[in-house]
């Protein structure tokens, strides 16, 4: 079994930053071994996927996170980021760290076994 934690968000004025962080732990789980991905869900509409990294290192981004969200993980700390910067008021959303069994940087919903409780972001104009 896998725990994810998340942490990190809060409330900031648009064009401000902020750092979410996933802490993973369970029974000899690695987040470097596997698929990481970060999610939201904004009132009303759909989770879409963020961002998501592969085991590899290698890195995915939904458009709208492109050139403004970093992915990133230690796995030394088993913990997985979402560097956000500019953000805007469209980025208020619930933010979910999820994991899974997957071989490259997916940012499929349906493809993540494992999920976090969620951080709130919300960002005023």
């Known amino acids: 079994q896998v725990q994810l934690v998340e942490s990190g968000g809060g409330s900031v004025q648009a064009g401000g930053s902020l750092r979410l962080s996933c802490a993973a732990s369970g029974a000899s789980y690695s987040i470097g071994r596997y698929c990481m991905g970060w999610f939201r869900q904004a009132p009303g509409k759909e989770r879409e996927g963020v961002a998501g990294?592969?085991?590899?290192?290698?890195?995915s981004y939904a458009d709208s996170a492109k050139g403004r969200f970093t992915i990133s993980r230690d796995n030394a700390k088993n913990t997985l980021y979402l560097q956000m910067n500019s953000l805007k008021p469209e980025d208020t959303a619930m933010y979910y760290c999820a994991a899974g069994d997957i071989l490259y940087a997916s940012l499929r919903e349906a493809e993540f076994g494992y999920w976090g409780q969620g951080t709130q972001v919300t960002v005023s104009s």
């Open positions: 990294i592969d085991r590899y290192g290698k890195t």
